[in-house]
């Protein structure tokens, strides 16, 4: 009898000893719920009318967008801050697109942050209801009109949906900013077609000077040039037929485009070591005089204008744009355009507080990034400054004459197809890879 | 003590905790792994079940091929040096250096506590080509060489990677094996020496036969660390150029987090896990063999 009452208590101890551990670990699991709804920021829930605060999340690369919110908040957007105010963070940009896919998962994406870089990833946020619709959204707020119709293109455009799902808190035209005192040595004139550009690079690289800097240990620079010889060579749909299974990047025209850069790579017109050189090392390669001819977007009016990066001159930069490709069904007035990486605003936790934020943000990012970092955006702009460099008015005289826009090589391919087209452009503007190994990589990459 | 283990609910007292947190920790983690590599779509898009699929699909990508390729050669090329230097060096502490090996244990053993991304940054600083030519490109051309690109060059940025982390572990196996030489006793040594053995021989017949227990220890956790090799690449290469420094688990990663296919994500790492368990029970018999028969 006193056995088994011994046993029994022992039997009672081992069972609240287990019962105590699970409430514990169950506990433990708990907190991590709490963490991410206050991560999340706002009243949580979503459907709610008021929060405590607006948060938004940008990477560590990208300051402007952080600082120009921080301006609204003291000054036109003072009234929407009063009882919610503006909390920002920001992460490291090279795995932002991973961190976007945790935070969304978990519904824990802040009120506002960068979009994803990837359209396709977009994609996937706009169909699982996670990013909110503007279009609606500023339809009841009553500020339809305030982004520009070319920056609404192309965010239409480059998410393939009705609506507008994100802000364009930049509007860049891309194209080749050449060296004119490096042009005028070699005695070469501005290339207008591809032979052109081709036999310019000969001439220049004939005089020892490099030709192309490109940062080809990023990729993208690289491929975006493959990307616009097929919008010259074929159309301006040519990529999209590729995204939709019509037609496949081992085709022998589209072949040729990837060729055609692989051939100014194995010419060595881009330089030693060509795939090893980062995007800050390109852009103070040209700014110190060491290439002729660099393609890349207008977001880097930024370092053309600073006296300190650019040892140049600001006079000495020209701009051209992306050359024809003769007998091709593309036009060169097709400038390749992009929004940077936009904002979105997250479904979970909008409320009117955040209502109120999103309609002076609207009303007044534009005029406030212009004035404050000379930053050209997608948004409607009321006031010009006084004290605008003649660069940035070229850069908007090009936005509002250009006939139509095309978007970048892998705008329309999948995570997987953008990732190993970028990590093997370096293998083009080397000559290592062949334009058909190219393609044959990316191609397999983005779906077969 | 020994009433209290035959004692079962007292057993069970003393286990169920730990049980329980390895259960949630790792069992639970695990297991769930193993139910996505049925499943395909990630966390925004849902998940859907698709059998076998992911596990076919890893037999025919050739990305995932080229990956599990290129962690085997990496992992058997590191396990060879970093074990045959390590090996060396111990040897020269316990038969040379004696009582001054403190100070060069020390120097040698230092990279292992330096920060991976550091010596990535130095390594990749040192054989830079352009825009500004490292070090070791600058005693080429003196020597009459040409400018070589070694990290944009897929078959000289294998052997960077492999002459950087060879620089980190040498210290670390060094002292792993340097623990095991000197529980070899002194009497085994010295009588071995009296009966003629010396140099080599010494070696080859006495100290490597009784260090082969530490050394199965060196081998199995250097061919399940290289087999996992990540930070260091990541830093290095970024798995480039191309891919053609890509291992299984920067592809696990990219595939998972990157791609948003968290299915095929834990196929590719339940492949490696299956690798992990493959080369430590090949190790391990191989080693056996060799202890009985010797």
Same mark, same amino acid.
């Given at each position: 009898m006193k056995?088994?009452?011994?046993r029994?208590?022992?039997t009672?101890?081992a069972?609240?000893?287990i019962?105590?551990s699970?409430?514990a670990?169950?506990a433990c699991?708990?907190?991590s %719920?709490?963490?991410?709804?206050?991560?999340?920021?706002?009243?949580?829930?979503g459907g709610?009318?008021t929060?405590d605060e607006?948060?938004?999340?940008g990477?560590?690369?990208?300051?402007?967008?952080a600082?120009?919110?921080?301006?609204l908040?003291?000054?036109?957007?003072?009234?929407a801050?009063?009882?919610?105010?503006l909390?920002?963070?920001a992460?490291d940009?090279?795995t932002?697109?991973?961190?976007l896919q945790?935070?969304?998962?978990?519904?824990?994406?802040?009120?506002?942050s960068?979009?994803?870089?990837?359209p396709?990833l977009?994609q996937?946020f706009?169909?699982?209801g996670k990013?909110?619709?503007?279009?609606?959204?500023?339809?009841?707020?009553?500020?339809?009109?305030?982004?520009l119709?070319?920056?609404?293109?192309t965010?239409?455009q480059?998410y393939q949906?009705d609506d507008?799902y994100a802000?364009p808190?930049?509007?860049?035209?891309?194209? $080749?900013?050449y060296n004119k005192?490096l042009?005028e040595?070699?005695?070469?004139? =501005?290339?207008e077609?591809?032979t052109?550009l081709? %036999?310019?690079?000969?001439?220049l690289?004939?005089?020892d000077i490099?030709?192309?800097v490109?940062?080809?240990? %990023?990729?993208w #620079?690289?491929t975006r040039l493959?990307?616009?010889?097929?919008?010259?060579s074929?159309?301006a749909?040519?990529l999209?037929?590729v995204?939709d299974g019509?037609a496949s990047l081992? %085709?022998?025209?589209y =072949?040729?485009?990837?060729d055609a850069?692989s051939a100014l790579?194995?010419?060595?017109y881009?330089g030693?070591?060509?795939?090893?050189?980062d995007y800050?090392?390109?852009?103070?390669q $040209?700014?110190?005089?060491?290439g002729?001819?660099?393609?890349m977007g207008?977001?880097?009016l930024g370092?053309f204008n600073?006296?300190?990066e650019?040892q140049?001159?600001?006079?000495?930069?020209?701009y $051209?744009? &992306?050359?024809?490709v003769?007998g091709?069904?593309?036009?060169?007035d097709e400038t #390749?355009?992009?929004a940077g990486?936009?904002?979105? &605003?997250?479904t979970?936790?909008?409320?009117?507080?955040?209502?109120e934020w999103?309609?002076?943000i609207?009303?007044n990012y534009?005029?406030v990034?212009?004035a404050e970092s000379?930053?050209v955006?997608g948004f409607?702009?009321?006031?010009?400054?006084?004290?605008q460099s003649?660069?940035t008015?070229m850069?908007q005289?090009q936005?509002?004459?250009?006939?139509g826009?095309?978007?970048?090589f892998?705008?329309a391919?999948?995570?997987?197809?953008?990732t190993v087209s970028q990590?093997?452009?370096?293998g083009?503007?080397?000559?290592?890879?062949?334009g058909q190994e190219?393609?044959?990589?990316?191609?397999?990459?983005?779906?077969? | 003590m020994?009433?209290v283990?035959?004692?079962?609910?007292?057993?069970? /007292?003393?286990?169920?905790?730990a049980l329980l947190?390895?259960?949630f920790?790792?069992?639970?983690?695990?297991?769930?792994? /193993?139910t996505?590599?049925f499943q395909?779509?990630?966390?925004?898009?849902?998940f859907?079940?698709?059998?076998?699929d992911?596990?076919?699909?890893?037999?025919?990508d050739?990305?995932a *091929?080229?990956a599990?390729?290129?962690t085997?050669r990496?992992a058997?090329?590191?396990t060879v040096l970093?074990?045959?230097?390590?090996?060396?060096?111990?040897l020269?502490?316990i038969?040379f250096?004696?009582?001054?090996?403190p100070l060069?244990r020390?120097t040698i053993f230092?990279? /292992?506590i330096?920060?991976?991304v550091?010596?990535?940054l130095?390594?990749?600083?040192?054989?830079?080509?352009?825009?500004t030519?490292?070090?070791?490109n600058?005693?080429?051309q003196?020597?009459g060489g040409?400018?070589t690109?070694f990290?944009g060059?897929p078959?000289?940025?294998?052997?960077?990677?492999?002459?950087?982390?060879v620089?980190?572990s040498?210290?670390f196996?060094?002292?792993?094996?340097?623990?095991g030489?000197?529980?070899?006793p002194n009497?085994?040594i010295e009588?071995a020496?009296i009966?003629?053995?010396s140099?080599w021989? *010494?070696?080859?017949?006495i100290?490597?036969?009784?260090?082969?227990p /530490?050394?199965?220890s060196?081998?199995?956790?250097?061919?399940n660390?290289?087999?996992k090799?990540?930070?260091?690449?990541?830093?290095l290469?970024?798995g480039g150029?191309g891919?053609a420094?890509?291992?299984? !688990?920067?592809y696990?990663?990219?595939?998972?987090?990157?791609?948003?296919q968290?299915?095929?994500?834990?196929?590719?790492?339940?492949?490696?896990?299956l690798?992990?368990l493959?080369?430590?029970?090949?190790v391990?018999?191989?080693?056996?063999?060799?202890v !009985?028969?010797?």
């Amino acid at each position: 009898m006193k056995q088994s009452l011994r046993r029994g208590r022992r039997t009672f101890a081992a069972a609240a000893f287990i019962g105590a551990s699970a409430l514990a670990l169950a506990a433990c699991s708990g907190s991590s %719920d709490s963490d991410s709804s206050s991560t999340a920021g706002g009243g949580g829930g979503g459907g709610g009318t008021t929060s405590d605060e607006f948060t938004y999340l940008g990477q560590t690369q990208n300051t402007t967008i952080a600082a120009t919110l921080e301006s609204l908040q003291t000054g036109a957007c003072a009234a929407a801050a009063d009882g919610t105010p503006l909390v920002t963070d920001a992460i490291d940009g090279t795995t932002w697109d991973q961190q976007l896919q945790v935070l969304a998962g978990n519904d824990a994406l802040s009120n506002m942050s960068m979009a994803a870089g990837t359209p396709s990833l977009m994609q996937d946020f706009i169909s699982a209801g996670k990013v909110l619709n503007l279009t609606e959204a500023f339809a009841e707020l009553g500020v339809e009109g305030a982004v520009l119709p070319a920056a609404e293109a192309t965010l239409k455009q480059l998410y393939q949906a009705d609506d507008l799902y994100a802000l364009p808190t930049e509007f860049n035209i891309e194209g $080749f900013w050449y060296n004119k005192d490096l042009f005028e040595e070699a005695g070469v004139d =501005v290339p207008e077609t591809w032979t052109e550009l081709v %036999d310019a690079a000969e001439t220049l690289n004939s005089a020892d000077i490099q030709p192309f800097v490109a940062a080809g240990g %990023d990729g993208w #620079p690289v491929t975006r040039l493959v990307g616009n010889y097929i919008f010259r060579s074929l159309g301006a749909d040519a990529l999209q037929k590729v995204a939709d299974g019509e037609a496949s990047l081992t %085709d022998a025209e589209y =072949v040729e485009g990837a060729d055609a850069v692989s051939a100014l790579g194995e010419a060595g017109y881009f330089g030693p070591a060509a795939g090893s050189i980062d995007y800050n090392t390109a852009m103070n390669q $040209f700014l110190t005089g060491g290439g002729a001819m660099f393609y890349m977007g207008s977001w880097a009016l930024g370092n053309f204008n600073s006296e300190e990066e650019n040892q140049i001159g600001v006079d000495a930069i020209g701009y $051209f744009p &992306f050359p024809e490709v003769e007998g091709g069904a593309g036009s060169i007035d097709e400038t #390749p355009a992009n929004a940077g990486i936009p904002v979105m &605003f997250t479904t979970a936790n909008y409320t009117d507080d955040i209502g109120e934020w999103l309609k002076c943000i609207a009303e007044n990012y534009g005029n406030v990034a212009l004035a404050e970092s000379g930053q050209v955006t997608g948004f409607e702009i009321t006031e010009t400054p006084a004290d605008q460099s003649e660069l940035t008015t070229m850069v908007q005289d090009q936005i509002a004459s250009a006939a139509g826009s095309v978007l970048w090589f892998e705008a329309a391919f999948t995570s997987e197809g953008t990732t190993v087209s970028q990590t093997n452009g370096g293998g083009l503007a080397t000559g290592d890879l062949s334009g058909q190994e190219f393609m044959e990589l990316v191609q397999a990459a983005n779906g077969g | 003590m020994d009433s209290v283990f035959r004692n079962r609910t007292a057993a069970v /007292v003393m286990l169920t905790p730990a049980l329980l947190v390895y259960t949630f920790v790792m069992l639970v983690p695990i297991l769930w792994s /193993v139910t996505y590599t049925f499943q395909s779509g990630n966390a925004i898009t849902g998940f859907e079940f698709v059998g076998f699929d992911n596990w076919i699909e890893f037999f025919r990508d050739d990305t995932a *091929l080229d990956a599990l390729w290129f962690t085997l050669r990496y992992a058997i090329v590191m396990t060879v040096l970093q074990v045959a230097t390590g090996y060396g060096l111990a040897l020269l502490y316990i038969f040379f250096l004696r009582n001054k090996s403190p100070l060069v244990r020390t120097t040698i053993f230092f990279p /292992v506590i330096l920060p991976t991304v550091a010596v990535a940054l130095m390594f990749s600083r040192m054989f830079e080509a352009a825009p500004t030519v490292g070090p070791i490109n600058t005693i080429l051309q003196w020597l009459g060489g040409d400018l070589t690109d070694f990290l944009g060059t897929p078959s000289q940025a294998f052997w960077v990677v492999i002459i950087m982390d060879v620089w980190r572990s040498m210290g670390f196996y060094a002292v792993l094996l340097y623990a095991g030489l000197v529980e070899i006793p002194n009497e085994v040594i010295e009588s071995a020496r009296i009966d003629g053995a010396s140099g080599w021989k *010494l070696v080859r017949r006495i100290v490597f036969p009784l260090s082969l227990p /530490v050394l199965l220890s060196a081998l199995i956790f250097s061919i399940n660390g290289t087999l996992k090799v990540f930070d260091s690449i990541v830093a290095l290469t970024n798995g480039g150029p191309g891919s053609a420094t890509t291992p299984l !688990t920067l592809y696990m990663f990219r595939t998972s987090f990157a791609y948003g296919q968290y299915g095929y994500g834990s196929t590719v790492a339940f492949m490696l896990t299956l690798l992990c368990l493959i080369a430590t029970i090949f190790v391990f018999r191989s080693m056996r063999r060799d202890v !009985t028969s010797s």
